[in-house]
């Protein structure tokens, strides 16, 4: 809110609607100024706005008509402050958006007085935020299912700028404890159904409720358990539901920015999202390289040539086995096949595959890990090669594995900096590789 809000409630008189334009105005000017060039996007909006439209907490009651024509006029009037500044403030690569939150969707599904039925449809905006408390409790259809008609509600009836593939996000949502109505498990599970759901559907943002309890008194006492760390400061199971979620997200994202040079299409990314748990980083790296897509970019040639770049930077292609290779693909052998034989190949040229193998995998494509998790690895590893695995088999089960994803999580600054760090962790860095000039990947293991 400005520092000079204004009371529309009343209607917006022309002194206000000019000091409001002028606050947002400003602040937009000074973000897209000071933060060009950034990366950043700015969001202004405020917090649910039906009960200040109300004017108070009593869903069972309605809003004036004067209320209603009042955040109209109020939303379009900061709107058109976000919209001039982008259009005469100089800027690149730094946004500034504008939205309006609503928090009675389900009273509007009735066809009640609210923001969704009696406002949206009336001001154009960036985003609509839906704070979901009214609707992520309700089961009664299954998980998720009024929450999801919900999104569906608000959608039907917003005017949006259109920037956005889907103009609504959650800005917020969780599930209490309660002093042990719920427990934590449960808080974990509940809170799944309802993000899994909201990012399927194509929400941009999914806002949680919250990292520590904000109703709790002094020291922790009473809180209602609206948390991802606890009062004790211990990480609850949500907390790892998160993670788990935005660890695998990560490398998913990274697979195809390195592989194919750009983010997930927001059906994949949906995709993904409703089937995250069983998500392996491996079967997604096979998709990227046998599809239609990746084959349009690199030629068959160019493919086998990049491979052989990395892992053989001194040998002559001149050889049996990159004609054989070459042979295959032009055949139409998938281009994941491939890959399997020239690794397993480069590991052979040491002399044997098993010597040292898992511990050179472990060094050279994860980040360091605490002991006794890097022995416990080392052991299910080595097992798996001791039962028959190829070493492209057990390079591609570590590229499975929650410490990869995990570290790729911590990284996600750093590794924007840092192109060997990613590379490493996606692929081979061919600089760790080849510290000698004639060095194979089996080589360096001997």
């Not at 928090?103 to 009336?122: S, W, Y």
């Not at 609707?135 to 920037?163: C, M, N, V, W, Y």
């Amino acid at each position: 809110y400005p520092f000079q809000a204004s009371n529309w409630h009343d209607g917006l008189s022309e002194a206000e609607a000019k000091r409001e334009y002028q606050q947002v105005y400003d602040l937009a000017a000074y973000f897209l100024q000071t933060y060009n060039g950034s990366g950043k996007s700015f969001y202004f909006g405020h917090w649910e706005g039906d009960w200040w439209l109300l004017g108070n907490y009593d869903p069972k009651k309605d809003p004036s008509d004067s209320a209603v024509q009042g955040m109209i006029d109020w939303l379009a009037i900061r709107q058109k402050a976000v919209e001039t500044a982008r259009t005469t403030i100089a800027h690149e690569n730094v946004q500034v958006w504008h939205y309006v939150e609503v928090n009675l969707v389900k009273k509007a599904m009735e066809g009640g007085k609210t923001i969704t039925n009696n406002v949206l449809p009336n001001v154009t905006v960036d985003l609509v935020s839906y704070s979901a408390y009214d609707t992520i409790f309700d089961r009664s259809g299954g998980p998720a299912q009024l929450f999801l008609q919900a999104l569906d509600t608000i959608e039907s009836k917003a005017r949006t700028t259109g920037h956005f593939p889907r103009d609504v996000f959650v800005g917020e949502y969780g599930f209490p404890l309660d002093q042990g109505k719920r427990t934590p498990e449960e808080q974990a599970r509940l809170s799944e159904e309802i993000y899994t759901a909201a990012l399927q559907w194509g929400c941009p943002f999914v806002l949680y409720w919250q990292m520590y309890d904000n109703e709790a008194e002094a020291n922790g006492v009473n809180a209602r358990g609206f948390w991802l760390i606890d009062a004790k400061n211990e990480k609850q199971p949500i907390y790892y539901k998160h993670r788990d979620f935005l660890s695998k997200a990560q490398i998913f994202i990274q697979l195809h920015r390195y592989w194919l040079g750009r983010n997930p299409s927001e059906a994949a990314y949906s995709a993904f999202c409703g089937n995250y748990k069983t998500f392996s980083a491996s079967k997604t790296l096979d998709t990227i390289l046998d599809s239609e897509e990746y084959q349009r970019r690199l030629s068959n040639a160019d493919y086998l040539s990049w491979l052989w770049a990395h892992l053989f930077p001194t040998r002559d292609r001149d050889s049996a086995e990159y004609r054989d290779w070459l042979a295959m693909l032009d055949n139409g052998e998938a281009r994941s096949t491939v890959l399997n034989h020239v690794l397993d190949f480069s590991f052979r040229q040491g002399g044997t595959a098993q010597t040292g193998l898992v511990t050179y995998l472990l060094d050279h494509t994860q980040d360091p890990m605490p002991a006794a998790l890097r022995e416990k690895e080392k052991n299910a590893l080595q097992t798996t090669l001791d039962q028959g695995a190829s070493p492209s088999q057990l390079w591609r089960e570590i590229l499975d594995r929650p410490h990869g994803a995990e570290s790729m999580l911590d990284h996600r600054a750093s590794e924007e900096r840092d192109a060997r760090w990613l590379e490493r962790h996606l692929f081979f860095d061919p600089a760790q590789l080849h510290p000698t000039p004639s060095a194979s990947l089996g080589e360096r293991i001997e």
